[in-house]
């Protein structure tokens, strides 16, 4: 845990080693087997059970070591490579690949489909089960919740929770973390901080110790000026300057103890509209699809201001489909939508980034 920005996914990145450490050493097992989340996903024709089955990185070398004594007809190596897919249970493989595409929300005909097919958001979903099929020992995932609905979310905290190896997970959601951690670790001023239970425990235990650090340091500094008050008092008569030396050295021998720190809190508001008009968006007998596909049928809808909305529905029932057809980046196939004059939209996508453009400078992001 930790604000934006303290280390966390650096952490992650040294245990990867992807970077060196500056200073001191760190070791874990030679024989551990990391997995962790690419980030990126090149547009492969390789479908998606096949790309899925490639994190078992020894499946597919036995696999291709096999193939090689079939070619050489050598029946020792045949039965000691069997023996060897024996022992990791090979010939499940490409059921559990497919039971983790069907728990992050791939349909059947989806697992035949080339990678390239899918979206940037769908990509990430394949490279998490990739990590997931891999037999780790240490599992590394920062915020692995960006890119799956409510459904998917809730599949892959029963996952985790029979996880047998061990985790180290980064996510600003605690409802998720609550029922999957059972320690953590708070990183904040260049240290790390070590709670035992869950987020919700974290909170207290924290809370305290912040508390008494607070008291402490109070403590200690009522006594710091208790005692810098006597030398500066008697340190220059010389019936006292034994005692004020004494105390010289006490206040250069004592540890000082820091005042507790909170990080700021975040502060965000949103700007007042010029206008509000009622209704602010109508739509009568909508009907919105792509190509032949209809995804919503005779939709009906009247917002309102000061409205809070939340669309609940199964993967492809349509909810992004609406959202697009709100935002404008979607025309219906029928029926009308009517926008009250000079209504501005905030529109944030599902996958933001594919609305970006290469070319696009920091600055631009911001107003997409």
């Known amino acids: 845990m930790g604000k934006n920005g303290c280390g966390k996914s650096t952490l992650l990145a040294l245990l990867k080693n992807e970077i060196s450490a500056d200073g001191g050493s760190y070791t874990f097992p030679g024989s551990w087997q990391l997995a962790w989340v690419n980030q990126e996903t090149p547009a492969l024709p390789q479908a998606a059970l096949e790309y899925v089955i490639d994190g078992d990185r020894e499946y597919r070398q036995l696999e291709a070591q096999l193939h090689d004594a079939n070619e050489r007809n050598d029946g020792h190596a045949i039965a000691t490579i069997h023996g060897k897919l024996d022992a990791i249970d090979a010939w499940s493989i490409r059921s559990r690949a497919a039971s983790l595409l069907h728990g992050l929300g791939f349909s059947n005909e989806q697992l035949e489909r080339p ?8 990509r990430m979903r394949l490279n998490l089960a990739q990590a997931l099929i891999c037999r780790s020992d240490l599992l590394l995932l920062d915020e692995p919740t960006n890119h799956l609905d409510l459904d998917a979310v809730i599949w892959l905290e029963k996952w985790l929770k029979s996880y047998q190896g061990t985790l180290i997970l980064i996510s600003h959601d605690r409802d998720f973390l609550d029922p999957i951690v059972d320690k953590i670790i708070h990183i904040e001023q260049q240290s790390m901080f070590e709670y035992t239970g869950n987020y919700s425990s974290f909170e207290v235990q924290r809370a305290t110790r912040l508390a008494q650090q607070q008291a402490m340091y109070e403590s200690q500094q009522e006594r710091v000026a208790h005692l810098q008050s006597y030398i500066d008092r008697f340190r220059a008569k010389a019936t006292k300057a034994k005692q004020a030396q004494s105390r010289i050295k006490m206040l250069e021998r004592m540890e000082l103890i820091a005042p507790a720190h909170v990080d700021n809190p975040f502060r965000f508001s949103f700007r007042a509209p010029e206008s509000l008009p009622n209704p602010l968006l109508k739509m009568e007998k909508v009907s919105a699809g792509y190509g032949d596909r209809i995804i919503l049928d005779s939709i009906k809808l009247n917002l309102v201001p000061g409205s809070r909305i939340g669309l609940l529905g199964r993967n492809g029932a349509g909810k992004s489909t ?47």
Do not use: C, M
């Open 115 to 122: 990678v390239s097919d899918f979206s940037g958001g769908w």
């Open 322 to 368: 609406l959202i697009k057809l709100l935002a404008g980046e979607l025309a219906p196939v029928s029926g009308e939508i009517g926008l009250a004059k000079g209504i501005k939209l905030g529109y944030f996508a599902q996958h933001q980034l594919e609305y970006l453009r290469a070319t696009n400078h920091l600055f631009n992001i911001w107003h997409v």
